[in-house]
């Protein structure tokens, strides 16, 4: 049975559990789960990770862990109690693992490597904290560090940024916005410093840092943690001593005392009982000091007896003495750099010099200035030398520790930062300088060893009062020995500790003496120095250096006594008399001389004069009023420092003068007052900001003076009432900025009295604050003068201190009243105004803050000044800080247990609502477009505003607007505002992307004002018409609904953390939005436009995609039953959903949906058939803008975007009429051809906008691009843009119509001669162009797309494309494949099976297909140019054969079986048109006979010998190579059999007797073909005798032998035109083809050439050519008709110039795949014939294959012209098509004469009308049974 529990448990899985029963749960390891139900061993409960799907599981895979509840029901939340650190971690490195992975695949591999190791980071961090071993200190400094990689990491993988206080998560309910905001930018500022990204200065200026999680005082102080670690030396048997200190190098002077380390004579060893013995803290160490240059110094001094004196015998000899041996630097910039304090140690090591003696003094300095000249390494250290281990403190917590634990603390020489008045120090340093000494008469210089003691005046020793280092207090102190110096030079450094009662008696001596080696123990005196600690001033001996007298004594009994006090110390010491008996005794040396130096550190002591006269006033009370004055000086000068630091005792001593006993005033009381302001006033400048808790802690502890209020507040009240006529401003302003201080001071001093007297003159206590109050009120009153404002600046710095302590005097209410009477006062200047805010800002923060009366009181007038700063738009940035500061203050959290009243009303919201939020809307609006920085906080005080407002307090706000209802003016003007202002605040992200935490809260505000706004438009501005009506508002609403559904920051699909929160307030917001629009009635009709799109929107939610479609179509209802028609909305939905479908706002599903769910509402309407057809309408609509937007960007991508774009606008044109949505996407398209430089289709695509403008019309259209042009002069600019584009294109022929029409505009309706001119140029320009310029023939390929993947515009389609300029199959098919990189290439082009059809992948299959031009009737005299424009352009007819064979195939002749499967495709379009490709429309099949196919093959290959024939008798100085191959080609067609195997397949009495009527005509026709030819052949070779050169003449000859074999060899009918030549050069090999360069050589040598161009292997005419009835080259003829009048027929006979032949022709019909590989080889040979037509003397290249002429029979070409040295052939080859003319028997002569033959070429071949000539047959037959395969090695492909 299942228990409940009797409270919520949290477990962590510890093993995984597939959850494999019935109502199982599964679970991971960590994954955490809540247990809500017990049975057995058996849980019941959820996941945290999805609290919606509960289940069970075992007991024992979890492990149960305590747990805190929150919430109550239904809604309990259980979360751990462990470390919150902890447990982000474990949520946040869950959350990145899936990142980290998705960083792996991208190959992101510099990121995933970072990534990785701060994880690995985080784990190790997390696993340091759950161990809970690490110090206090250790552990805050590692949160940080944890804290701050978290950042990193959340900024890195793009996730949010996390609010932190210091290392604490804050919960965003429980801190208001504003709040919110400024913790955001704490932890932005905190993780952009710890990036390193922030300057730091002095290396405590990062946020980071530790002082930033303190709440205590700002001032911080570091110590150095430093610990001996090991010294790698021994003093040569000897002790020594290691004294370490810091040392600043730029002033060159110690920083702290030294800290002294005993080395024993075997060395050092660091025991571990021994640890902190040898650890020293150097304290007190202040930002600024952590900024200096600062190095750790060490002294290596040894401590024994001299070795034997030079004797050798080895004995050690002298006294014991201290004797210098080497010193060491380690430089610590680097280290102190580091900010945060250290949680783990870090050891150092440096190396030990020396040098000689003398220098010893300054070895530090020289190795700091790396001066090694002078020193060298000490000698016998290992590498390591000296090891230290230093680490920075700053919590009190670790320096508590390391002082328990042993360590020494070694000071600062100097004071710290603060000084508190509890803290006392009475400190003289004194350093040891150097001294100097005469020889004496011997050979030898001195041992000197000074010895300092401090004695009082009568001689005794005052004992322990002498440190040489840190915790080595002494009596006495010996100084170094340097061996044999008269001028030693020590530089030791003592710290003196006199109790300061003897201090004033106390001096201090130096006792010099000489060290002898001989005698062990003899330290003979032979003089001493002295100086006096206290001058006879009183005041204590002056910092730096003295020069000491040295008197000579050599009886220290004679010391005793301190009778040489009454000598001079030094020579400024010149008071002393009667010294002429004590110097007998005390003889001095003027040659001699101890310089020494102090350094006073005392809270006591002071070296100034003037201020040791106001302490000790009492000595002399008639110096006392001189002495103030004094002391008034001393503020104004450096020696403020001085008065600063005894601040507690000069504090005393002034409020002793300031009044009697008895509480009268004295008559020093005034200037007393001048001085307690001077000092007050220092405090406040920023080099005394530290000492300000000084002064804190003296008035809450130390003050004592009861009776002095009453004279402070007189002091005040006359300051202010003589501030306006005085004529010294400085005392005024100075007693203005103190006036806080000096209230306080009164104030404590009443309670003083009030508690000794029991509260005695309470009301005189009462008069004189009013008093006091009510002469600042006038002075802040007082007209504005100039020498005025600084002091009225001053009263208002201070004002906030002086209310917080009159609020203790008088009450909170008469406080807030006596602190708006000062800031009601007019402040005409900005420094006024500025503080004026300040000042208001510091009061609310205080006592009367939390004083709900006064607090109203006060953010009354605070609100009123703020509203003026606002609509000024000045002082912004303190009005923002204002504002947040008022927000804070009001906020309260809610308690959830708690019912909320919507009614209740807070007075102080109410205030701030009603002056304030209009004008901080309409500022906001101002800031938001710009980039100002106050914007941010701007927008949070903003939004915090927001966030206190209740139903009431709008309902307030509404009614303050307008009060009347006629009066709706200002209510409207706000809401605009407020609408815009929100709008763009969600659509603008003002904050950074990625605080989420603080957008998302700002969108729970606006969800709740989104409810609270549409109150007032529902009621006071709703209703059937216009004016009360207002769709201006409404449109706003919203617009502002529709961009709170849509904002960034609400969709839970992008940001993981509190998704679940976010789609309730999507949801919420969409839920809003369509309640308040099925309230608006019948005004919905006024909204259509901005409704559709707001309604749209909200489809995108998925919860509400039902209501949001239902309203959508209500409302085209409601159109139709009003209107009829539902025109509008339809317009409307099909506007929005283009730009929705731009935004990438939907998807297939969304649209399938939307089929779907509308078509179920409109089913349930009365006129479901009209709303049937638009739902279906828009469906398509969304398919293709869907199609559209899917095809991705780039260059490969183009073509699809083309495709897409044109279906848009086809359905916009065609299916709903939208002009201006076709006009868009008429550009697009053509940016699309415009980028691609598909200058003709950009062009036609341009001319489908001028189609459809009238040249008649002035109105102004929706033109994008031109708005304000009419519609003629658009019509001519299209024009003009086109005619350019066709021009670059080459396509002049298309440019012509418009130029006419232009011309017919310019001349008939404009009369623009100048213009009609220009388009005369320019037509005469293009017919130029036409004639002359060369223009390549476009290749022309079928493309089909199969497979379920194929984008839906071209899925199972087939489509003709026109190729780009020399564009073979090779190049098209790889471009296609770039475009659509996961197809497959189908190689066979035989249709695909239903499998292909039905796959989920993409098919293509490619092949050439050759285009049929339309049927013209072409005039006489018709340019060539023109036919072969028209043959291959503006067509959209096609054909694609495919070779098959049909049995019986005979191996030995397979052209017998050769039958030709011709597909005929006409597409939509002609091409080019709007695009390169066009979809096929129709297809038709048709199978061609192989004698059929044979005769096309024959007339082919007779065309091209009478256009070569042609050329050269018009040219005869023409390259002959061409015309050698051609011929040799035709004859000696020794691959596929030629003529041979026609013969015996087609014209043998077997096929006669099995041939059909149709294959009986063909073959008759081919008996006619191939006579023909021969004589054509015939006239060739004569016209070849004529022409070949004598390196021609053997290959000539070669060429008549064979054609005279082929004649003998064919049968008695079809050789009749024999003709013998006399030379017979049967046995003779081939010779080679000459050539003119090595370029035509290159020709000969190419392998296989021949074969290549033989005649088998050319395409044919295509059979869909017009079938023009005329003579074959009719101008040879004989005159008969019209012909007869031409007086020159042979100069029309030259066709015109040979063209670049073309691999792959569309025309050809297929090639065999062969042994080697033909790409290669066509493209070497086009090459080659490129080459040998370069040049002007060259031949021509090889004939085109195609070759067919366009020209009509009856027309004799053109002469062609002849080139220029520099002109070029394209290269293009040109098809010259032939037609069949009536058939008649042509009678062939044998032994014709070159003449007769040529007159014989100009009789027509006649054959057969309606009879199609068939294809060229492939050579290489034996390979014809692989022609289905539809793609080839070159890349070819064929039907």
């Given at each position: ?86 447990r982000e971690i474990a949520c946040v490195l869950r959350e990145w693992a899936r990142l980290w992975k998705k960083l792996y695949v991208e190959r992101e591999t510099y990121r995933f490597s970072a990534v990785a190791k701060v994880m690995r980071e985080l784990l190790n961090g997390r696993r340091a904290l759950l161990t809970g071993t690490l110090t206090q200190d250790q552990t805050r400094a590692l949160r940080l560090k944890l804290v701050a990689k978290l950042d990193w990491g959340n900024r890195k993988l793009g996730l949010e940024l996390v609010p932190r ?710 002082e912004l940035p303190q009005c923002a800080e204002m504002l947040g500061e008022l927000v804070t203050l009001l906020w309260k959290k809610e308690d959830p247990d708690e019912p909320i009243d919507e009614d209740e009303l807070d007075p102080d919201v109410d205030v701030l609502c009603l002056n304030t939020l209009d004008v901080l809307v309409e500022t906001v609006l101002h800031l938001i477009g710009g980039n100002s920085p106050v914007l941010g906080s701007m927008v949070a005080g903003l939004l915090g505003v927001m966030e206190l407002l209740k139903p009431a ?361 100048a213009r009609l001119a220009h388009t005369l140029r320019t037509n005469a320009t293009f017919l130029d162009s036409i004639l002359e310029q060369l223009r390549p023939e476009p290749e022309y390929f079928r493309v089909g797309f199969y497979g379920k993947g194929c984008p839906p515009f071209v899925r199972n389609k087939q489509f003709v494309y026109r190729g780009l300029e020399y564009e073979r199959i090779g190049a098209f098919t790889q471009r296609l494949q770039a475009e659509y990189a996961a197809a497959h290439i189908l190689m066979r082009n035989t249709p ?448």
């Amino acid at each position: 049975m299942w228990i409940p529990s009797k409270s919520s448990k949290l477990a962590v899985a510890v093993y995984n559990w597939k959850g494999d029963v019935r109502s199982g749960l599964p679970l991971e390891i960590g994954e955490t789960v809540q247990i809500l139900e017990e049975n057995g061993g058996w849980f019941r409960g959820f996941s945290t990770k999805n609290r919606s799907a509960w289940g069970i599981f075992p007991a024992s895979v979890v492990s149960i862990r305590p747990c805190t509840v929150k919430g109550f029901g239904a809604s309990v939340i259980a979360e751990f109690k462990d470390d919150p650190l902890v447990r982000e971690i474990a949520c946040v490195l869950r959350e990145w693992a899936r990142l980290w992975k998705k960083l792996y695949v991208e190959r992101e591999t510099y990121r995933f490597s970072a990534v990785a190791k701060v994880m690995r980071e985080l784990l190790n961090g997390r696993r340091a904290l759950l161990t809970g071993t690490l110090t206090q200190d250790q552990t805050r400094a590692l949160r940080l560090k944890l804290v701050a990689k978290l950042d990193w990491g959340n900024r890195k993988l793009g996730l949010e940024l996390v609010p932190r206080r210091g290392a604490e998560a804050v919960d965003p309910e429980d801190i208001s916005l504003v709040e919110l905001y400024r913790v955001h930018a704490e932890s932005a500022e905190r993780a952009a410093a710890w990036r390193g990204t922030l300057r730091r200065t002095g290396g405590s200026g990062s946020s980071f840092n530790s002082s930033t999680l303190s709440n205590g005082s700002t001032v911080q102080s570091h110590n150095l943690m430093c610990s001996m670690r090991d010294f790698g030396h021994t003093a040569g048997g000897d002790e020594a001593e290691l004294l370490l200190w810091l040392h600043d190098a730029r002033r060159a002077q110690p920083l702290s005392e030294r800290f002294r380390i005993r080395i024993a004579r075997d060395g050092f060893s660091n025991y571990v009982d021994r640890l902190h013995a040898n650890s020293t803290l150097f304290a007190d160490l202040s930002a600024t000091d952590l900024s200096r240059e600062l190095w750790l110094v060490a002294w290596v001094v040894r401590v024994g007896r001299w070795s034997g004196g030079g004797s050798g015998t080895g004995e050690w000899r002298g006294p014991v003495a201290r004797r210098p041996l080497g010193a060491g630097v380690l430089p610590l910039t680097e280290f102190l750099r580091i900010p945060e304090p250290q949680a783990m140690e870090k050891e150092f090591t440096f190396k030990v010099y020396q040098c000689e003696e003398k220098d010893f003094h300054q070895l530090h300095e020289m190795l700091i200035r790396k001066q090694m000249n002078k020193c060298n390494i000490l000698p016998g250290q290992p590498n390591y030398g000296i090891v230290v281990a230093l680490r920075l403190l700053s919590n009190a917590s670790s320096i508590s520790e390391a002082i328990s634990s042993g360590a020494t603390v070694t000071a600062k020489r100097g004071f710290p930062d603060v000084i508190m008045p509890g803290d006392v120090r009475n400190d003289l340093y004194l350093t040891l300088e150097k001294a100097e000494f005469e020889r004496g008469g011997k050979s030898t210089a001195k041992n000197v060893l000074a010895t300092v003691s401090v004695h009082d005046d009568t001689g005794q020793v005052i004992n322990d009062c002498v440190w040489g280092a840190s915790g080595c207090g002494a009596t006495r102190f010996d100084s170094l020995v340097l061996y044999h110096n008269n001028a030693p030079a020590w530089a030791e450094q003592l710290r003196l500790t006199v109790p300061l009662d003897t201090f004033t008696h106390a001096h201090v001596r130096i006792e010099f003496r000489h060290c002898s080696t001989r005698d062990k123990n003899e330290r003979k005196l032979f003089g001493f120095s002295f100086a006096r600690l206290m001058e006879a001033s009183g005041a204590t001996l002056r910092d730096g250096a003295h020069e000491l007298y040295v008197y000579k004594c050599d009886d220290p009994s004679k010391l005793l006594s301190a009778s040489y006090l009454s000598l001079p110390s030094c020579a400024t010491d010149t008071a002393r008399a009667n010294t002429n008996g004590v110097l007998s005794a005390f003889p001095r040396s003027t040659k001699e001389n101890c310089i020494i130096s102090t350094l006073l550190c005392s809270t006591k002591l002071t070296q100034n004069e003037d201020l040791l006269a106001l302490l000790q006033w009492r000595a002399h009370p008639e110096k006392v009023q001189e002495t103030l004055l004094r002391v008034l000086r001393l503020g104004d000068g450096l020696s403020c420092e001085e008065l600063i630091k005894f601040l507690r005792d000069v504090l005393d001593a002034l409020f002793a003068l300031f009044s009697t006993e008895d509480g009268n005033s004295t008559p020093h009381s005034g200037t007393v007052f001048l001085v307690l302001v001077s000092i007050c006033s220092l405090l406040d400048e920023s080099r005394f900001q530290h000492f300000r808790p000084v002064l804190d802690v003296y008035i809450e502890e130390h003050f004592s003076a009861a009776l002095v209020y009453k004279g402070l507040l007189s002091s005040v009240q006359h300051c202010a009432e003589w501030a306006a006529g005085a004529e010294g401003q400085e005392p005024i302003r100075k007693c203005l900025r103190s006036l806080g201080c000096v209230f306080r001071l009164a104030v404590r001093s009443r309670r003083l009295f009030a508690r000794a007297t029991g509260g005695q003159y309470e009301d005189s206590f009462r008069r004189d604050v009013r008093a006091a109050l009510h002469a600042l009120r006038q002075l802040a009153h007082h007209p504005h003068r100039d020498h005025l404002a600084p002091a009225q600046v001053a009263l208002m710095c201070s004002w906030a201190g002086v209310i917080r302590e009159v609020c203790a005097a008088l009450g909170a209410v008469e406080a807030a009243r006596a602190a708006v009477g000062v800031l009601d006062a007019p402040a005409a200047a900005p420094p006024l105004a500025r503080a004026r805010l300040a000042a208001a800002q510091e009061i609310l923060k205080g006592p009367l803050g939390e004083d709900p009366e006064a607090r109203n009181i006060i953010l009354t007038t605070a609100c009123h000044h703020l509203r003026v700063h606002l609509a000024r738009r000045d002082e912004l940035p303190q009005c923002a800080e204002m504002l947040g500061e008022l927000v804070t203050l009001l906020w309260k959290k809610e308690d959830p247990d708690e019912p909320i009243d919507e009614d209740e009303l807070d007075p102080d919201v109410d205030v701030l609502c009603l002056n304030t939020l209009d004008v901080l809307v309409e500022t906001v609006l101002h800031l938001i477009g710009g980039n100002s920085p106050v914007l941010g906080s701007m927008v949070a005080g903003l939004l915090g505003v927001m966030e206190l407002l209740k139903p009431a307090h709008y309902q307030r706000l509404w009614s303050h607007l307008a009060p009347h209802p006629h009066d709706r003016k200002p209510l409207k003007d706000f809401l605009m505002r407020a609408f815009l202002v929100f709008r763009h605040l969600i659509e603008q992200d003002v904050f950074p992307s990625d605080w989420m935490v603080l957008r998302v809260q700002s969108c729970k505000v606006l969800l709740a004002a989104l409810q609270e706004l549409a109150k007032p438009l529902l009621e006071r501005f709703l209703g059937d018409e216009p004016p009360q009506f207002d769709s201006q508002l409404w449109s706003g609403y919203l617009e502002l609904g529709v961009a709170l559904v849509t904002a960034s920051a609400l969709q839970s699909e992008r940001w993981v953390s509190r998704g679940g929160e976010r789609s309730r307030m999507r949801t919420a917001a969409g839920l809003q939005v369509l309640a308040v629009w099925t309230r608006l009635g019948n005004a919905q009709l006024q909204l259509i436009g901005p409704a559709v799109g707001a309604l749209l929107e909200v489809t995108l939610v998925g919860e509400l995609r039902r209501a949001a479609l239902g309203a959508l179509v209500a409302l085209m209802a409601a159109e139709r039953a009003h209107a009829g028609s539902a025109r509008r909305t339809e317009a409307a939905l099909v506007d929005k959903l283009d730009s929705l479908v731009a935004d990438n706002k939907a998807d297939d599903h969304y649209r399938r949906l939307f089929d779907t769910v509308l078509m179920e509402r409109v089913s349930s309407e009365g006129w479901r058939e009209a709303g049937a057809a638009f739902v279906g309408c828009v469906t398509r609509l969304l398919e293709r803008l869907l199609d559209y937007r899917a095809v991705m960007q780039g260059t490969e991508h183009r073509d699809k975007r083309m495709a897409a774009t044109v279906n848009l606008l086809n359905f916009y044109k065609n299916e709903i009429d939208r002009k201006e949505m076709y006009l868009r996407y008429v550009y697009k398209l053509h940016d699309l051809h415009i980028a691609s430089d598909n200058f003709v289709e950009a062009g036609c695509t341009l001319l489908l906008y001028a189609e459809t403008l009238s040249w008649d019309s002035d109105q102004l259209g929706a033109d994008p691009e031109r708005p304000e042009v009419v519609e003629w002069k658009r019509k001519e600019a299209l024009y003009n843009q086109v005619l350019q584009y066709f021009d670059r294109g080459k396509c002049w022929e298309k440019g012509l119509p418009l130029l006419g029409e232009l011309a017919t505009l310019y001349e008939v309706k404009l009369c623009d001669y100048a213009r009609l001119a220009h388009t005369l140029r320019t037509n005469a320009t293009f017919l130029d162009s036409i004639l002359e310029q060369l223009r390549p023939e476009p290749e022309y390929f079928r493309v089909g797309f199969y497979g379920k993947g194929c984008p839906p515009f071209v899925r199972n389609k087939q489509f003709v494309y026109r190729g780009l300029e020399y564009e073979r199959i090779g190049a098209f098919t790889q471009r296609l494949q770039a475009e659509y990189a996961a197809a497959h290439i189908l190689m066979r082009n035989t249709p695909p099976d239903e499998s292909v059809v039905a796959a989920d992948g993409q098919y293509i299959q490619i092949c050439n297909v050759k285009p049929v031009p339309a049927r013209r009737v072409w005039p006489a005299g018709a340019p060539e140019q023109a036919k072969r424009f028209y043959a291959c352009n503006d067509v959209d007819t096609f054909l694609c054969d495919r070779p098959l064979h049909k049995p019986p195939i005979d191996k030995d002749n397979e052209f017998k079986s050769l039958w030709i499967e011709r597909t005929t495709l006409v597409t939509e379009s002609t091409l080019p048109g709007i695009l390169r490709w066009s979809e096929v429309i129709s297809r038709s099949v048709e199978e061609i006979p192989p004698v059929e196919f044979a005769c096309e093959t024959m007339e082919a290959t007779e065309r091209e010998l009478r256009s070569l024939i042609s050329q050269y008798t018009a040219d005869p100085t023409q390259n002959i190579n061409p015309f050698s191959m051609r011929l040799q080609g035709t004859i000696d067609a020794n691959v596929q059999g030629g003529i041979t195997k026609y013969e015996q397949a087609f014209l043998t009495p077997e096929f006669g007797r099995t041939a059909s009527p149709r294959e009986a005509a063909a073959a008759a026709k081919l008996r006619r073909l191939i006579s023909s030819q021969l004589a054509v052949v015939d006239a060739g070779l004569t016209l070849h005798g004529r022409l070949a050169p004598d390196e021609v003449k053997p290959l000539h000859r070669r060429l008549v032998e064979r054609f005279t074999q082929l004649r003998q060899n064919l049968g008695p009918g079809l050789a009749r035109a024999r003709r013998q030549l006399s030379e017979s050069i049967v046995n003779t090999p081939l010779p080679p083809v000459p050539s003119l360069d090595k370029r035509s050589h290159s020709i000969q040598q190419n392998e296989g050439y021949y074969e290549d161009g033989h005649l088998y292997n050319k395409p044919i005419y295509s059979a869909e050519e017009p079938l023009d009835q005329g003579p074959i080259m009719s101008a040879s003829l004989p005159a008969t008709g019209s012909n007869a009048m031409d007086p020159d027929p042979m100069s029309k006979s030259a066709p015109p110039l040979p063209l670049r032949p073309k691999s792959g022709d569309p025309r050809s019909p297929t090639r065999p795949i062969l042994d080697r590989e033909p790409l290669e080889e066509d493209v070497e040979t086009r090459r080659h014939s490129r080459a040998s037509w370069s040049e002007p003397g060259d031949a021509p290249p090889l004939p085109p294959r195609v070759s067919g002429d366009k020209r009509s029979w009856g027309e004799a070409p053109a002469v062609p012209r002849r080139r220029a040295a520099d002109e070029r052939d394209s290269g293009v080859s040109v098809d010259h098509h032939y037609t069949n003319a009536d058939r008649h028997d042509l009678d062939l002569v044998e032994s014709l004469r070159y003449e007769e033959i040529i007159s014989m070429m100009s009789v027509p071949l006649h054959v057969d009308e309606g009879e199609t000539p068939p294809p060229i047959p492939p050579k290489g037959l034996g390979h014809l049974s692989s022609f289905d395969s539809g793609h080839h090695e070159n890349g070819e492909s064929h039907c």
